[in-house]
């Protein structure tokens, strides 16, 4: 179980509600614990965004629709103002999905889509 000490710390960093944080251990990664919490595997970058990790997308369309609803709430609530999500083409069944929440094409490229969400708090599809 989480202890105290680490609560404040993996809350903070994932956005993770409280009711989650009893799945999250200490010794986790941040990875670890964003895919305990439902979360997709992300890191921010320098604008104040958030970038998707790539190579952790889930490939069952049902598991990253999910894991996207809650991670763009999650990231809303952290006043994030936009979220990158670059999508491979072995995964262009997830396209769709990320469109539905507001997600644009930035560009193109032969193996991959780039796409953008800016969020507006509280986090609202389009």
């Given at each position: 179980?989480?202890?105290?000490?680490?609560?404040?710390?993996?809350?903070?960093?994932?956005?993770?509600?409280?009711?989650?944080?009893?799945?999250?251990?200490?010794?986790?990664?941040?990875?670890?614990?964003?895919?305990?919490?439902?979360?997709?595997d992300?890191?921010?970058?320098?604008?104040?965004?958030?970038?998707?990790?790539?190579?952790s997308?889930?490939?069952?369309?049902?598991?990253?629709?999910?894991?996207?609803?809650?991670?763009?709430?999650?990231?809303?609530?952290?006043?994030?103002?936009?979220?990158?999500?670059?999508?491979?083409?072995?995964?262009?069944?997830?396209?769709?999905?990320?469109?539905?929440?507001?997600?644009?094409?930035?560009?193109?490229?032969?193996?991959?889509l780039?796409?953008?969400?800016?969020?507006?708090?509280?986090?609202?599809?389009?």
């Open positions: 179980m989480l202890s105290q000490r680490c609560l404040p710390s993996v809350s903070r960093c994932l956005g993770v509600l409280p009711a989650l944080t009893s799945r999250i251990k200490c010794n986790m990664s941040v990875a670890e614990a964003a895919h305990v919490a439902g979360l997709l992300a890191e921010e970058d320098k604008y104040d965004g958030i970038i998707i990790n790539t190579d997308l889930p490939k069952d369309p049902a598991t990253f629709r999910a894991a996207l609803q809650q991670s763009l709430k999650a990231w809303s609530e952290q006043g994030k103002r936009g979220v990158w999500l670059k999508i491979p083409r072995e995964l262009s069944q997830l396209i769709p999905i990320a469109v539905e929440p507001g997600f644009t094409f930035h560009h193109a490229e032969q193996v991959s780039r796409s953008l969400a800016v969020l507006r708090p509280p986090w609202t599809a389009q």
